[in-house]
C-alpha cells in the first residue's frame, strides 16, 4: 500500500462526501471533535438519548464511543448505538479515555468489547495496556508507559484475540491489525496541551476508516498520520496551545496533496 497517495486519496474522499461520524463522546471533547471533524469536510453529530441512539446510527457512517465522562445511561446507549452500527456494517471506533485509572472506566470498555464489534481502538499507551493486564495501574488520561516491545506484543495480541485494529497514540504512533506494525512519527508533544485533541483524533479515525472500510489499518494509519501531519503545519505558526489549536484547525481544513507527499512520515516494522 502506498501510503501517501492513500491518505490523499481518502482526505479527498471525505471532503467529496461529507460522511456523518455519530459521536458518543464526552462533555470535554463534543465541541473540539466537532469542529475537527468540519475542518476535515466530514459532517458530525453529537446524539448520546438512548431513545435516539440506534436511529441516528442507522443514517450514519461512523460511530465514535468515547468514555471520558461516562455513566450508566451512557453506557447503554453505547450499546445500543455499536450493536445497530454492528448490523449496518459501520465502523466503531472505541476511545477508552481513562481506562485503567478506575474500575467503572475499564468495566465500561470490556463490556463494549465483549457485546459488540469494534474496528478500532485508539488510545495512550497505558489505556491500552491496562486492558491487556489487570495488574496496571494507570494515570487515566496521561500516557505513562513508552511504546516498548511489551507494548507492542500485547497491542498485537489484543488485535487478534478482539480482530480489531488496535492504535496507540505516542511520540510515535503504533497502528497493527495484530500482524502488521505501523508507525507514524508525524505530530508534537504540545497536542497534549490542548484538551480534546486526542478525542479528536479517534472522531477523524471514524471519518477515514468511513470512506474506506475494506481497508482499516491503513485508514487508521492514514487518519493519525494526517492529524500528525496538520499538527507539524500548526507548529510553524504557533506553539502556544491556544494559538497552535486555531492553527491547526485551520491546517486540517487546508492541508492538500504537496503536503502529504514532502511532509507524512510512516514506517512499517
Known amino acids: 500500500m502506498e501510503i501517501k497517495p492513500y491518505t490523499f486519496e481518502l482526505l479527498c474522499r471525505i ?14 471533547a463534543m465541541n473540539s471533535s466537532a469542529n475537527i471533524l468540519l475542518a476535515l469536510g466530514a459532517s458530525p453529530v453529537m446524539a448520546h438519548s438512548i431513545d435516539e441512539v440506534a436511529e441516528m446510527t442507522a443514517i450514519a457512517n461512523a ?4 468514555i471520558g465522562t ?5 453506557m447503554e446507549s453505547m450499546l445500543v448505538a455499536a450493536k445497530a452500527a454492528n448490523q449496518k456494517g459501520m465502523p466503531v471506533i472505541l476511545d477508552p479515555v481513562g481506562a485503567g485509572a478506575t474500575s467503572l472506566r475499564t468495566r465500561a470498555v470490556k463490556r463494549i468489547m465483549d457485546e459488540t464489534t469494534i474496528a478500532v481502538l485508539r488510545g495512550n499507551a497505558s489505556e491500552i495496556f491496562s486492558l491487556a493486564a489487570s495488574s496496571i495501574k494507570t494515570k487515566g488520561v496521561d500516557s505513562s508507559l513508552a511504546l516498548s516491545a511489551q507494548i507492542v506484543e500485547a497491542a498485537k495480541e489484543m488485535a487478534r484475540e478482539k480482530r480489531c485494529i488496535v492504535s496507540i497514540s505516542g511520540e510515535k504512533d503504533l497502528i497493527t491489525d495484530g500482524t502488521r506494525v505501523l508507525r507514524v512519527a508525524n505530530g508534537q508533544p504540545v497536542m497534549t ?4 485533541v486526542g478525542c479528536g ?16 489499518l491503513f485508514a487508521t494509519t492514514a487518519a493519525f498520520a494526517l492529524y500528525g501531519l496538520c ?3 500548526a507548529i510553524q505558526i504557533s506553539d502556544k496551545p491556544g494559538s497552535f489549536f486555531v492553527a491547526f484547525i485551520d491546517s486540517l481544513y487546508t492541508v492538500g496533496e504537496k503536503d502529504i507527499d514532502s511532509l507524512l512520515l510512516v514506517s512499517e516494522e
Open 15 to 28: 471532503r467529496k462526501t461529507s460522511p456523518l461520524i455519530h459521536n458518543i463522546t464526552n462533555f470535554v
Open 70 to 74: 461516562i455513566q450508566e445511561d451512557w
Open 193 to 196: 496541551k490542548v484538551t480534546g
Open 231 to 233: 499538527a507539524d503545519l
Open 63 to 66: 460511530l465514535v464511543l468515547n
Open 201 to 216: 483524533l479517534s472522531a477523524v479515525t471514524a471519518a477515514f476508516c468511513a470512506v474506506a472500510r475494506e481497508e482499516i
